[in-house]
């Protein structure tokens, strides 16, 4: 294990005992000090993720990839909103989940407390730095973040400004902490950090996720791969279809909640393949589709098997046309990621049953799946989509960075 990375987990181990006792208010303090901090020094930061961009570009990073790491006055302004989003979030330490007498007499409480230390290892997308660091210190927990190399300048601008603020607070500024060695040995020793880590998130592709997964000692909150699924029943609105399969795979095609596949009911799929393929060509998206739907567009490429199965993260999206909803529902459950998957239909009776049948963290009706995120489901921001079942599942906000423990009252009982 690096002397870096050890070094590191002390501090955090040391600042978490702070933190986890810290009033709401330092707590609400720190954080709008950071948020204040990010905007007072938005130049400094841009600067950074330009030598960034440089250098991506110079290496041929692709443009969905590029868009992830750009960092604009407006996107470090959506940083620092989403800061105070989460310093405005009611503390969600210290509540009282259950609370009951045992027939001795003793009295029990179950409070929710801070996990401890959250380890956090990401790719190119620098608003992550902020994200999982405000919403860490609201939960009471110090966190050390591992960025990617395509992205350390902007990281390391963001952590630099995050620890300033903290300095200026009650809190410690190692309550948040970027590993500075970007080798890919550090990413793996930090799996193994179970002295010091009490959990580990990846946020990135498919790939990163799977290696955390295999690879960590420490336990590990899955987040989402998305290969995320549109249904267009035949009892759908085809201008509806078409708006929002537009806004669910051009929005931002780089991202997890992005829409990957297009399915199509045979009874509507003449009229309704058509008017949203000319809807995705407003955007170049590069359409590629089963035997039957290359039958009603025959401009459509032939989709390989590994297309069914493949997040693009670009303008490219797979088309099927199937039978009947339960088709429907039994591709998505074969290849879906269990991210986002979204129905159109104006038939309660088929969104019902598609809803009951796809075992996914988001499930969606007649609505855009970009929309599952920590900030548009209220949460001001998210740590990562679960995309597992336990600890916690969806976006993961501050009420899912807590654990608990019992706290129990006697008057001198013995067993």
Known sequence: MTTELNLMGKKAKQAERILRTASD??????????????????????????????????????????????????RIKDMADGVKAVSNWPDPVGKVIEEYDRPNG?????????????????????????????LCIRAGNTVILRGGKEAFNSNNAITNVMRDALAESALPEDCVQLVQDIDRKTAREMMNLTEYLDVLIPRGGSGLIRTVVENAQVPV??????????????????????????????QRPSVCNAAEKLLIHKDIADK?????????????????????????????????????????GE??????????????IDHIEHYSTHH????????????????????????????????????????????????????????????????????????????
């Not at 801070?114 to 190119?124: C, D, K, Q």
């Not at 979204?342 to 963290?361: L, M, P, Q, R, V």
């Open 25 to 74: 208010k330092d707590k609400e303090t720190a954080l709008l000090k950071i948020a204040d901090a990010l905007i007072a020094r938005t130049g400094e930061i841009l600067e950074a993720n330009e030598k960034d961009r440089k250098a991506a570009v110079e290496n041929g990073m692709s443009e969905s990839l590029l868009d992830r790491l750009l960092l604009t006055e407006d």
């Open 106 to 134: 003793m009295h029990l409480k179950k409070v929710s407390v801070p996990i401890g230390v959250i380890g956090v290892i990401f790719e190119a997308r620098p608003n992550v730095t902020s994200d999982c660091a405000a």
């Open 221 to 250: 909150i899955e987040t989402g791969a998305g290969n995320c699924h549109v249904y267009v029943d035949k009892d759908a609105d085809i201008d509806m279809a078409a708006n929002i399969i537009f806004n669910a795979k051009t």
């Open 272 to 312: 309704a393949l058509p008017a949203i393929a000319e809807k995705l060509s407003e955007k170049a998206v590069e359409l590629r589709g089963d035997e039957a739907a290359r039958a009603i567009d025959s401009d459509m490429k032939a989709a390989q098997d590994e297309d069914w199965s493949t997040e693009y």
């Open 315 to 328: 303008l490219i999206m797979g088309v099927k046309i199937v039978d009947s909803v339960e088709e429907a």
């Open 340 to 415: 986002s998957d979204c129905i159109i239909t104006n038939d309660a009776a088929a969104a019902e049953k598609f809803i009951a049948g796809i075992d996914s963290a988001a499930v969606y009706h007649n609505v855009s799946t970009r929309f599952t995120d920590g900030g548009e489901f209220g949460l001001g921001a998210e740590i990562g989509i679960s995309t597992q079942k336990l600890h916690a599942r969806g976006p993961m906000g501050v009420n899912q960075l807590v654990t608990h423990k019992y706290v129990i009252t006697g008057t001198g009982q013995v067993r």
